[in-house]
Each structure stands twice: as structure tokens, then as C-alpha cells.
């Protein structure tokens, strides 16, 4: 059989929370060897243009569109990964600025949510900070930081902004059925992104998928960044079961996370079909 290429369809840039340009991360995908990427920045597409597109064939990668699509099911904030969708198509293109819309309007008020609870910040401030990139709670939790009012990112989540507390505005994010129709109007292939990260029992899960297949979704993260052997065996039965196709991403945003580092990903396991076998 032969070797699978390097894949690693779930990174960030600079247009949503990470630090690399989607420059940078070619060049970085080049020296890891990978072969397939997609740039799957929080609710924008802003990192394609056709200047990419010429730059990923020189470095003869294979550059498939993506997104990562914020959506609410069953009052829960879920992740989906639309992957190879036209990036032209209107009701794509609509679905871009009602998401960056959203975002905007979710940051002021976080914003004021964290002005009552005492800390010093203005939306202009985090929009600064954010740069080209849409505004996420990771910008928020950077601010804090350096401002000297968190001592660190992970405590900022903790007390602040992560799942629960008051920093983790429930935004008007759109149901999993609308953001399902969008990708595939688009032509993409959804896939439920990390699955393990929403902390539900296996019965709630299974529930997600149930409804994911049902809205059309087609795919399940089962690699996900670094990952405990037992886990990826977890979520490849859960593909086999519900007859989804295998994807593979790292969720890099920064160098110096070992846990998300781009194009280190175990092999997919041999019971998992590829997702990119849909395309290639
Ligand atoms: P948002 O897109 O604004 O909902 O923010 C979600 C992002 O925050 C995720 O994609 C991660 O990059 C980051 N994040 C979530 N939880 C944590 C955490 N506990 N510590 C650091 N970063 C986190
Ligand atoms: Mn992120
Ligand atoms: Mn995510
Ligand atoms: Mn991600």
C-alpha cells in the first residue's frame, strides 16, 4: 500500500486566532513534510486568495479549502470543519459575514462583561491586538496578560472566559443544521471537529453524530493534535459506526505547543477511511 501523504487539515492563522500568516504556514508545512493542508481559521476564509493558491503549487502542496465553523446543537458550542468548498459560492460567501458579524457583536460583549467584572479594556484595544484576525477569547485572555491582569493565558480561560464563566458570552452563533447546509451548498465536506474536546458523555456524542449525519455531515477529526492512543481508537470507532470518513488535523495556532504542532500527527488508523479520498 503505499504511504499516505502528510496531512493536516485543521490550523489556524493570523485571520483568526493564530500567529503565523498563511505564508508562514506553507513554508512551515513544506519543512514538515506535509503534503495536503487546509487552513481552517475560526468562522473566516480569509487566508485563500489566488497569490496562495500559486504558492502552495510550488511547494506542491495540495491546498484545499477550509474553515472552522462556530454553531450551537443542543444549547452546546460545537466546532465544524468545512473542507474543499467553494469559496465563491453566494450562500458561502453570505455565511462569511453573517459568522464575522456575529463574532464582532459576541466581542463587545465580552467586552463589557469583563468591564463589570472590574478588569481595564475597550473593544478597540482587543480589535488592536486581534490585527487582520477576527476577534476571538484568545485575544482577550492575550490582553488580559499583558496588561497584568491575568498572570497567563490558561489562568485568563480559567477564571474569565473559558466554558461556564462569564467571559464565555453565548453569541448568536447559527444552529449545526444551518452551518451544515452552507458548507455543503458550497460543495465542502463537513467534519465534526475535535470530538473529544466537548467534555460530553459518549451517549451525548453519539446523540451529535446522530444529528450530524442527518444534517449531512460526513466526517469526524480522528486525529486531532496529539492524542492518547486510546483515544484515537475511541474516535475511529465512533467513525466506523456512523460511517464517516476520517480527517486529520493538528488545530496548530502557535509554535512551542507540542500538543498541536503542525504536520505531527499520528497515522490514521487502517479501519478509517480518508476524507480526502472524497477529492483526490
Ligand atoms: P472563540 O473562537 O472566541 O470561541 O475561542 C475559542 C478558542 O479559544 C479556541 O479555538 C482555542 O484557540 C482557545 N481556547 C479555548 N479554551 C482555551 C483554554 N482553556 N486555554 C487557552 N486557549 C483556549
Ligand atoms: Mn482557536
Ligand atoms: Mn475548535
Ligand atoms: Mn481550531
Known amino acids: 500500500m503505499p504511504a499516505l501523504p502528510l496531512t493536516d487539515f485543521h490550523c489556524h492563522s493570523v485571520f483568526s486566532d493564530g500567529v503565523l500568516t498563511p505564508l508562514e504556514l506553507l513554508d512551515l ?17 480569509r487566508a485563500y486568495s489566488p497569490m496562495l493558491t500559486k504558492q502552495a503549487q510550488q511547494r506542491q502542496i495540495a491546498l484545499v479549502t477550509g474553515c472552522e465553523f462556530s454553531c450551537v446543537w443542543q444549547r452546546r458550542n460545537i466546532h465544524v470543519l468545512g473542507l474543499n468548498m467553494d ?3 453566494p450562500s458561502l460567501m453570505q455565511a462569511m459575514a453573517s459568522q464575522a458579524t456575529a463574532r464582532q457583536s459576541r ?4 467586552t463589557r462583561v469583563l468591564q463589570r467584572l472590574g478588569f481595564v479594556l475597550t ?11 477576527s476577534i476571538g477569547r484568545p485575544h482577550f485572555a492575550e490582553y488580559l496578560v499583558t496588561s497584568g491582569q491575568m498572570p497567563s493565558a490558561a489562568v485568563a480561560f480559567k477564571r474569565a472566559l473559558g466554558s461556564g464563566k462569564p467571559g464565555d458570552v453565548k453569541a448568536d452563533w447559527p444552529s449545526l443544521e444551518t452551518v451544515l447546509g452552507w458548507i455543503t451548498n458550497a460543495g465542502g465536506v463537513a467534519v465534526v471537529a475535535h470530538p473529544l474536546k466537548y467534555k460530553m458523555t459518549l451517549t451525548k456524542l453519539r446523540s451529535l453524530l446522530d444529528d ?3 444534517a449531512g455531515g ?5 486525529l ?13 470507532d465512533l467513525a466506523l459506526r456512523y460511517e464517516l470518513y476520517g480527517s486529520a488535523g493538528s488545530d496548530f495556532h502557535r509554535p512551542g505547543q507540542p500538543w498541536a504542532e503542525l504536520g505531527r500527527l499520528a497515522a490514521l488508523p487502517e479501519r478509517c477511511t480518508p476524507i480526502w479520498q472524497l477529492w483526490t
Open 29 to 45: 508545512a513544506q519543512q514538515r513534510g506535509v503534503r495536503q493542508l487546509a487552513i481552517t481559521d475560526h468562522d473566516s476564509v
Open 87 to 89: 469559496l465563491s459560492h
Open 107 to 110: 466581542a463587545a460583549k465580552i
Open 123 to 133: 473593544l478597540p484595544e482587543i480589535q488592536k491586538l486581534a490585527g487582520v484576525g
Open 212 to 214: 450530524f449525519r442527518q
Open 218 to 222: 460526513q466526517g469526524i477529526e480522528v
Open 224 to 236: 486531532t493534535g496529539f492524542q492518547a492512543p486510546a483515544r484515537v481508537n475511541a474516535l475511529a
